[in-house]
């Protein structure tokens, strides 16, 4: 099976994330199993025009505003008629294949926009694709769709979607869970991991805030913030940082390495997330496989990966404040914190990668939509 698959970043990309280790974790054993597979994706900085990487080849084109154009171009001219199935992956904006490729395409949302868009893109983009979103969405209801999460499912039935037609798959972590908890050792202090590019959609910004309204209530508290900061968003973020009145106690690690990673899932005693709308939480997972907790702002899918007062804290407002109070919560109360941490544990035994991409490469090889 050839798979033509459009998608806005590769894994290489400075502001790729879970949706991107998503992909590859799928692409690399689709080539695994014999399957021939291309990634049309954006370019950006100095980055090859192609790369092979894990048996299947990316293909990079213009950049994170022209690559839609881009791969529209580069499909007639190079691709009509080459592959089985094409893969439109909607991150932001979807790529439209499916008027214009003649193959089986298959829509692959991580997650759907709406107030993304005033995050995400420019203004007047911003407002142009926010209004602009249900209609067409509507358009592409006759899609077969692949998601990852039921609250996408739930979306995109509300926009005209077939029931029948989206497929759920499971999610997937690409770190092994530890195989148990007491072999994990934690900083000798409490701290709080913020994990990922730092961005405006991910309010990366919040969670400084937040912990600087908890260490007033635990003055040990201290904080590691990792990840790109490339973007304006992110210096205005680094300069926040800097003139905090806990300075000393924020350290920001810049953009690490997947032991680095690891080390920090493992030893940090809570990670925050506040992102603005999510594909899952692929690193709220990550952090439960590795022992640590999560307290999360109260957003679409972040509801899939995270169970209140089971694994975790929902935040009962998405503020600065209210991250603080879950914060709090998790950290003040050491018998609550062990519970949770180990029902955290054992629920991220259920992600697997092998599983997704058994349910994934079952539906591409199916001949008709159903």
């Given at each position: ?77 190079h ?16 790529f ?79 770190i ?32 400084v ?16 913030i ?72 109260d ?48 629920f ?23």
């Amino acid at each position: 099976m050839k798979v033509l698959w459009m998608t806005w970043k590769d894994r290489s990309h400075p502001q790729s994330g879970g949706a991107e280790i998503v992909n590859e974790e799928l692409g690399k054993r689709l080539v695994r199993d014999g399957h021939e597979v291309i990634f049309l994706v954006a370019g950006f900085g100095k980055a090859p025009s192609e790369e092979i990487r894990d048996g299947f080849k990316i293909v990079r084109l213009g950049n994170l505003y022209t690559v839609y154009w881009k791969a529209y171009q580069y499909y007639k001219k190079h691709f009509q008629g080459w592959s089985d199935v094409v893969i439109d992956e909607l991150n932001t904006m979807p790529f439209f294949c499916r008027f214009y490729v003649k193959e089986r395409a298959i829509l692959f949302p991580h997650q759907l926009c709406r107030e993304i868009w005033f995050y995400q893109m420019p203004f007047p983009l911003s407002l142009i694709g926010y209004c602009l979103e249900p209609i067409y969405l509507w358009f592409l209801r006759g899609y077969d769709v692949i998601s990852i999460s039921e609250s996408t499912k739930q979306d995109l039935m509300r926009y005209g979607f077939h029931e029948k037609k989206i497929h759920i798959i499971p999610e997937g972590i690409e770190i092994t869970p530890v195989s148990n908890l007491d072999s994990i050792e934690k900083y000798p202090v409490p701290t709080l991991l913020s994990l990922g590019s730092v961005r405006s959609m991910k309010r990366t910004a919040d969670q400084v805030q937040a912990f600087e309204f908890a260490k007033k209530n635990i003055p040990n508290l201290q904080m590691k913030i990792a990840g790109d900061a490339s973007s304006v968003y992110g210096k205005i973020v680094l300069e926040m940082m800097k003139k905090s009145q806990y300075a000393r106690d924020i350290e920001y690690m810049g953009k690490i390495s997947r032991e680095q990673k690891v080390e920090l899932l493992q030893k940090s005693h809570v990670i925050g997330e506040t992102y603005v709308k999510e594909g899952w939480g692929l690193i709220v997972t990550e952090a439960n496989s590795q022992g640590t907790l999560a307290v999360v702002y109260d957003v679409d899918r972040l509801r899939d990966s995270e169970k209140h007062e089971k694994s975790g804290i929902i935040t009962q407002l998405n503020t600065p404040k209210g991250l603080a109070q879950g914060i709090i919560a998790i950290l003040k109360n050491q018998e609550e914190y062990a519970r949770m941490r180990h029902n955290a544990w054992v629920f991220s035994r259920n992600f697997d990668f092998e599983k997704s991409y058994r349910c994934f490469v079952d539906i591409l090889l199916r001949k008709k939509n159903v």
